[in-house]
């Protein structure tokens, strides 16, 4: 893993050749934020770069519902199809906080994705377990929870749009 700038090169491969599934885990720590994890969403946006064969790769949430900072359980998200998008393409994954694949129990977690108080909200990580000699190669631009977007209003308007009907008269079986 590298860095340039504000992005990260995330670069993951069993690189002994042990032939072994090789796990990722990369968590940054939380600042002082509380939400509502119905009206919140986790995105990522990354650039697939040359030589990635992994297809999935999994964000996560640590929570506390104790509010000491200790992780009762871990919200994953999952990610699959990476491997079919093509090398150089850049696109933004999000999926709402409130719909997780798994969670993992670590403690005594309530199993609710609720980050509501002081305390709750202990990390936001990119995890993968990559099974060889699959690699992971992406260049991750940024990782963040944000607001829903609301609905946006669709007005439609028509402009300028004219029907034409064409009225022929024929006459059948008549002579003349």
């Not at 609720?114 to 990390?123: A, E, K, L, P, R």
């Amino acid at each position: 893993m590298t860095t340039s700038g504000t992005d990260v090169l995330v670069d993951v491969m069993d690189f002994d050749n042990s032939g072994s599934a090789s796990g990722f885990f990369l968590y940054f720590p939380p600042q002082q934020f509380f939400f509502n994890a119905s009206d919140y969403r986790i995105a990522i946006d990354l650039t697939i770069e040359a030589g990635n064969t992994a297809d999935n790769f999994a964000l996560t949430l640590g929570d506390s519902d104790s509010g000491t900072g200790f992780l009762d359980e871990v919200f994953i998200y999952q990610f699959s199809g990476l491997s079919l998008l093509p090398q150089g393409m850049s696109l933004t994954l999000a999926t709402p906080v409130e719909f997780a694949d798994f969670i993992a129990p670590i403690e005594e977690g309530d199993g609710i994705p609720n980050f509501d108080s002081q305390g709750s909200f202990t990390h936001l990580g990119i995890q993968a377990t990559l099974p060889s000699p699959e690699r992971l190669n992406f260049t991750l631009h940024s990782l963040r929870i944000e607001a829903i977007p609301e609905p946006s209003s669709i007005t439609i308007v028509a402009f300028g749009l004219v029907c034409f009907v064409s009225r022929r008269s024929f006459a059948f079986g008549t002579n003349g």
